[in-house]
């Protein structure tokens, strides 16, 4: 059967519906206008955004609650040059998503023609494959790599450029079929070994970590930690990978972690590395196992053999998505006794005095430690929780008790700005969802617009926004190795909940600690999406020492 005539706006939109596409992010622009006349009869939502950074990180959100890639569509030159933080999130934090860029006209080439961009040359070292489509006969082919691509081994972004002329040139070309993603599955002698070194260990302790994962796989590695009385950690913002409440769970690796946590990983025996990379965030500066061999037995467990032994020489390497190497640990079965099992019961006690907000006092009259707890009696387990970058994420980290897959959005690029997008990407996915964001005022700032993107579906969500009037993690550090030489760290900021409501939402300013529970009550029940303003004193930069504090331990020390 011959294959219909079909501009290649037609086919590129085709080949979304064939790869199960059902939602797409974009800021509209006249360089890929026939991809968007495609979109107007195709079975696929689209959210228009306000800014294409905005667009991108909403996409990486959506890739990285459902596995499947995050889809963007922006214009070409700045427009893609402003997409490029979503681009960055998702290759730090292994999220599959394809960007696809408009582009000037093939004949107007190295001309420097309006917003021309190299986006091979531009976006080469930020994504696992950057292309252009020169004929649209190939879209069927390149649209099916880019799916395989962004899914396979360590997933990633992909960017693809549309130049105009393209977009709008027929051809007669047949669909590529459906892509599937590649598993990698471990062997039965892999699996054999990590049963002796697990039964000949004393003092074990997995860490979880990466993408890959889903609620079955949590399950399953649930149930062998349950078997094996297993001391389990998370890697940085991957919290959702284990519940909180699970006996096994000892607590996160991440910034501002607890001592006693640090200081079991360092007297284990054997580590079992799932999923994650153990990158600078999680491995404290690389200072939590010895590079390039670690003292303990580390096995490791990754979908990408390029990153086995990249970093850390692991005594058994295992290549393995952590969905296929979960279902094959059903079959690993526990030694008779466990030696490690009391130690086990208390790192989970010390992660919950670790978490407990009843005990934290800050100076001013808002204490964040009775927001937690607020937090904890009032919200429920499927919360998502999105954050940005900046020391307000720690009262999220730290003090919020992740219980399921799925509720966790949080760059481990340390990227600001990403809450609100990505709230309006969980949102757009899970509307029976609570979707809360914790934001900074400097970091809300940075895509506070996309604030209007949820009034504009009707999305509820909640931005608990910490107005400290500075950028605190940059001050906190400038106090630790510049004590007292305040520089380029202060801000001045808006009335934010005067903001919420001049774009259609619900705003309260919270100042006093009794404010805050009937104020979150009335944003909560007023149906809209809503920001809760709430004032931080400039001391309180963290849960264990004020501003003034982290400069007079400087200053004692002679900086």
């Known amino acids: 059967m011959t294959a219909p005539s079909r501009t290649g706006g037609q086919i590129l939109v085709d ?12 800021v509209p622009g006249e360089s890929y206008l026939a991809a968007l006349d495609a979109l107007h009869d195709a079975s696929i939502t689209v959210t228009v955004c306000r800014q294409e950074g905005g667009a991108a990180m909403m996409a990486e959100a959506y890739g990285k609650l459902t596995g499947r890639p995050g889809i963007c569509f922006v214009t070409r030159g700045p427009g893609a040059t402003n997409a490029s933080p979503g681009i960055h999130i998702a290759r730090q934090d292994s999220t599959p998503m394809i960007l696809f860029v408009g582009q000037i006209e093939r004949g107007m080439r190295e001309r420097e023609a309006f917003q021309e961009l190299d986006y091979r040359a531009a976006f080469g070292p930020l994504a696992k494959w950057a292309t252009e489509v020169d004929d649209p006969a190939r879209f069927p082919e390149i649209v099916s790599r880019a799916f395989h691509v962004a899914t396979s081994g360590r997933p990633g972004p992909v960017v693809i450029a549309l130049p105009e002329d393209v977009l709008t040139e027929m051809a007669a070309v047949a669909d590529a079929p459906r892509y599937q993603v590649i598993e990698t599955h471990p062997g039965l002698t892999h699996m054999a070994e990590l049963q002796k070194l697990l039964h000949g260990a004393k003092k074990p302790v997995a860490l979880l970590g990466g993408s890959r994962w889903s609620d079955v796989a949590v399950q399953r590695f649930v149930r062998f930690a349950e078997r094996f009385e297993l001391p ?17 769970y000892i607590g996160d690796l991440g910034l501002g972690v607890n001592p006693k946590l640090l200081a079991r990983i360092k007297e284990a025996d054997l580590v079992l590395l799932v999923g994650g990379r153990l990158s600078e965030i ?11 061999a670690p003292k303990q037995i580390l096995v490791h467990i990754h979908p990408d ?16 998505s952590p969905n296929a190497f979960t279902a094959a640990l059903e079959g690993v079965h526990p030694p008779a006794s466990l030696p490690w099992s009391e130690g086990t019961t208390a790192a989970h006690s010390d992660y919950l005095a670790w978490s407990d907000p009843e005990s934290i006092r800050v100076p001013g009259a808002l204490q964040m430690g009775d927001v937690m707890r607020h937090l904890r009696e009032v919200m429920p387990s499927d919360t998502i929780f999105c954050n940005g970058a900046g020391n307000f994420a720690t009262w999220v980290h730290r003090f919020w008790p992740f219980r399921e897959y799925g509720t966790q959005l949080a760059p ?45 579906y009707d999305l509820p969500i909640l931005v608990i926004l910490l107005d400290n009037g500075m950028y605190g993690t940059i001050r906190m550090h400038q106090e630790r190795e510049y004590p007292g030489r305040v520089s380029a760290t202060m801000l001045q900021n808006p009335d934010f909940s005067a903001y919420a409501r001049a774009f259609g939402g619900y705003g309260e300013r919270v100042e006093m600690t009794e404010d805050f529970a009937p104020a979150l009550q009335r944003a909560l029940t007023s149906g809209k999406p809503a920001i809760l303003h709430c004032i931080l004193d400039p001391e309180a930069i963290t849960p264990s020492m004020s501003l003034s504090a982290i400069r007079e331990k400087a200053l004692a020390s002679g900086k």
């Open 15 to 26: 080949q979304l519906l064939v790869h199960g596409v059902d939602h797409i992010f974009c």
């Open 232 to 248: 389990v950690a998370c890697t940085f913002r991957r919290q959702m990978l284990f519940p909180a409440d699970h006996a096994s």
């Open 282 to 292: 999680p491995s404290q500066s690389y200072t939590l196992l010895d590079i390039p």
């Open 305 to 320: 053999p390029s990153e086995l032994g990249r970093v850390y020489a692991p005594h058994l390497a295992i290549n393995a």
């Open 412 to 456: 481990t690029s340390g990227s600001m700005g990403y809450g609100v997008p990505a709230a309006v990407g969980a949102k757009r996915l899970r509307p029976d969802s609570p979707v809360v964001v914790f934001a900074g005022d400097g970091d809300f700032l940075m895509n506070g617009q996309e604030f209007a993107t949820a009034v504009q």
